[in-house]
């Protein structure tokens, strides 16, 4: 071998020795990788784009499962609703500025709904975003997403992933759950530090929601206010449904005999065919219940705010509620009774000292079972009704029917009409199967729920939708295709907000703008993408063609043709819609 020859395998061997005692490095991809899945945190919706594609790439490459979505509002309402289905927060990641934005609405909804979930965002850089200096996409998004959200944190270097990550997963569902903000600025994925060393710096979350029990004294001040009430009632929230105290809940029921009502997403915490369920006499028993404990539930709008003729004569009423966020109590009315604590643990301790016997008395369980009755026969026959085009309670018979078939459905509802009688048409029978728009009544949750109930659950899903909340976020069936997911989506298309029937009041040639194009045939949609469409007109066809959807697994989008004449101006809510007392418009 010649000198040179022998000078040239010398120093390969040298720079192979380097490179072999060279220490291993990662980087900040890795990190917010790695950071996640330590902390059990192996599903990501998502819309791609500057910064994140490689980090989604990367992720779907560690065995995450990474739900590419076609806006970033829909992939943030899937985040949002898995976390309450799981009590792990929800991740959605987005792209910075308009992509940020996009995904703020589910974070804002989150938080409200106090469901756990976290969005990530890319975003500028610093320097030049604080100098506004004009970068690509330039936003402070920290500063916008502080006031939607329960928290924000930005992390600036690859060593704080493993802390910043692990902040905003115990804000997100430690106390009162939440969305939180995490905001990434796009150099941070590219910083590399020693593979040793980043490990080190991750951090497994412990404990983030320990027990905490109320006072003694709380206790027997709730205890003694049940015990000496004459119509007593417990009504149940998703909050209730949220803390999966299913079988805690159900013997502190049945032990005590207390009547029950189940705001809608927590419906099926007890079967809403339950004998003692006061879901079809409602308005009695809140009229005429002088104990009232609310479990998990807010006194909002949504509970008339505690007052007013909904609830009976004023100061007839004493209130217990049990809240984990002591500023919840006294909103509306005062609060007699605060239990400050976790649901699970608050209704175990409840469930030991109601031992001594708490039975109602016997005329206020018939009273309310006669009622419920009543009601009940009353509405069986509007349920029955086969009549072509449909209106919504013989379409919502159809469905019912499925669901009482198959309990373990997961059932997705928004809409006006579509909502409000849903709700109250639909028996549940098992916890955390309803999934609907929540404390807002927002409109566009639908399809990005479809989607998260069916990747988190496994179960499949059937997605009621008015024609008018579909179209917020409609595009997602190509999703709901692309993975092949078992979702059956039925569209009560009646050609408009509300109803199809209003004109325009001018004779111009524009459409009124409470209707759509009458007639349309969104089955085709969903066949432009490789999934089934199917046109119905009648409550049986409804019923076989949601059956085989379900039976199959296969995505599934149902035309289902309402009457256009069916349906109220805003739905149960009209007296929140302001109207013109000097011009009346047609309706």
């Not at 206010?225 to 105290?245: E, T, W």
């Not at 100061?315 to 009315?333: A, C, H, L, T």
């Not at 007699?336 to 604590?341: D, K, Q, T, Y």
Request: a negative charge; proline letters at 6%; charged letters at 20%.
């Amino acid at each position: 071998m010649s000198t040179a020859a022998a000078t040239i395998t010398k120093n390969q061997a040298t720079e192979a020795s380097v490179v072999e005692d060279a220490p291993a490095l990662t980087d900040g991809f890795q990190l917010v990788i790695d950071a996640l899945k330590l902390n059990d945190i192996n599903n990501l919706y998502v819309v791609p784009g500057i910064p994140i594609s490689d980090l989604l790439r990367m992720a779907q490459a560690e065995g995450m499962r990474v739900v590419s979505f076609r806006h970033e509002q829909n992939a943030g309402n899937a985040a949002a609703i898995a976390g309450f289905m799981t009590k792990k927060p929800g991740v959605c990641m987005t792209v910075s500025a308009p992509g940020f934005l996009n995904g703020l609405t589910a974070l804002a909804n989150a938080t409200t709904n106090c469901f756990p979930m976290i969005l990530i965002s890319g975003s500028s850089e610093r320097e030049i975003v604080d100098l506004q200096q004009g970068d690509y996409e330039e936003m402070d998004q920290l500063a916008i997403a502080k006031p939607l959200c329960k928290a924000a944190f930005r992390i600036l270097h690859a060593q704080d992933i493993g802390i910043g990550v692990a902040r905003a997963i115990r804000a997100a569902v430690s106390g009162r759950p939440g969305g939180v903000y995490l905001d990434l600025p796009a150099k941070l994925f590219s910083q590399v530090m020693d593979a040793a060393e980043g490990a080190k710096s991750l951090v497994k979350v412990v404990d983030p929601t320990p027990a905490q029990y109320p006072s003694s004294e709380a206790v027997n001040r709730a205890l003694d206010l049940l015990k000496g009430a004459k119509r007593p009632l417990v009504i149940f929230g998703k909050g209730a449904a949220y803390a999966q105290a299913d079988e805690t809940i159900r013997s502190f029921v049945e032990k005590s005999g207390i009547p029950f009502l189940q705001m809608s997403m927590a419906k099926g915490l007890l079967p809403d065919t339950h004998p003692q369920s006061a879901g079809a006499a409602r308005s009695l028993v809140l009229q005429e219940a002088d104990v009232v404990m609310l479990v998990g539930a807010r006194l909002n709008w949504l509970l008339s705010h505690g007052k007013g003729k909904t609830w009976g004569k004023p100061g007839s009423k004493k209130f217990i509620q049990v809240d984990i966020e002591p500023r919840e109590m006294d909103s509306n009315v005062e609060i007699h009774a605060p239990l400050v604590g976790d649901i699970a643990s608050v209704m175990e301790v409840l469930l030991k000292g109601i031992d001594g016997g708490l039975t109602p008395p016997t005329d206020w369980m018939a009273t309310v079972a006669a009622k419920r009755e009543q009601n009940v026969a009353k509405m069986a026959p509007k349920l029955m009704s086969n009549a072509s085009p449909m209106n919504f309670h013989g379409a919502l018979g159809a469905l019912r029917r499925v669901i009482k078939e198959r309990p373990d459905a997961m059932l997705v509802n928004e809409g006006a009409n579509t909502l409000d009688l849903a709700r109250g048409i639909i028996d549940m029978y098992e916890p955390r199967k309803r999934l609907d728009v929540g404390t807002w009544g927002v409109m566009g949750v639908g399809m990005g729920y479809a989607v998260a109930a069916a990747v988190e659950s496994g179960k499949p899903v059937l997605a009621v939708e008015g024609d008018s909340a579909f179209g917020f976020s409609g595009m997602e069936v190509e999703t709901i295709c692309r993975y092949n997911l078992p979702v059956c989506i039925v569209i009560f298309n009646n050609n408009g907000i509300y109803r199809g029937t209003d004109v325009n009041p001018t004779g111009g040639a524009d459409p009124s703008p409470m209707v759509f194009v009458p007639d349309s045939r969104y089955d085709k949609m969903m066949e432009a993408f490789g999934g089934v469409g199917v046109h119905v007109t009648n409550p049986d066809e409804l019923y076989r063609a949601v059956t085989e959807a379900m039976d199959s697994g296969r995505p599934t989008l149902i035309n289902a043709v309402i009457d256009p004449a069916a349906g109220t101006e805003s739905g149960n809510i009209g007296s929140l819609n302001p109207t013109s007392s000097v011009r009346k418009m047609p309706s």
